[in-house]
Nanobody, 129 residues
Framework: QVQLVESGGGLVQAGGSLRLSCVAS????????MGWFRQAPGKEREIVAA?????????TYADSVKGRFTISRDNAKNTVYLQMNTLKPEDTAVYYC?????????????????????WGQGTQVTVSS
């Protein structure tokens, strides 16, 4: 019911920046909240950030990325972004965008992987030291 396509990953040196994008189609984008997750080799998939359906309120962030990453969305373009600054080697992972298709639902800091119904294919981010 929803298709999510990520882009923007790549190889960057420590201290550098990348911006990930995720374009959604198939449902009214402005009615559902979105999240970014990441999964490093041998580790569990973890939430990085989430943003409410209208972009309002306070987005939620993992402690490890607070102050470095910013999530945003443009509902006119059906797109959610993840701006990643001051990247570290430990940020290396496959990054996934995900949709919480419960209309007007927002769990903020209580979000977990099981709250998200649809996932993109992932984009690799590699940070070299």
């Amino acid at each position: 019911q929803v298709q999510l396509v990520e882009s923007g990953g790549g190889l960057v040196q420590a201290g550098g920046s990348l911006r990930l994008s995720c374009v959604a189609s198939g449902r009214t984008f402005s009615t559902y909240s979105m999240g970014w997750f990441r999964q490093a080799p041998g580790k569990e998939r973890e939430i990085v950030a989430a943003i409410r359906w209208d972009g309002g309120g306070n987005p939620t962030y993992a402690d490890s990325v607070k102050g470095r990453f910013t999530i945003s969305r443009d509902n006119a373009k059906n797109t959610v972004y993840l701006q990643m600054n001051t990247l570290k080697p430990e940020d290396t992972a496959v990054y996934y965008c995900a949709a919480d298709l419960r209309r007007y639902s927002w769990r903020g800091d209580n979000y977990s992987r099981r709250d998200f119904n649809y996932w993109g294919q992932g984009t690799q981010v590699t940070v070299s030291s």
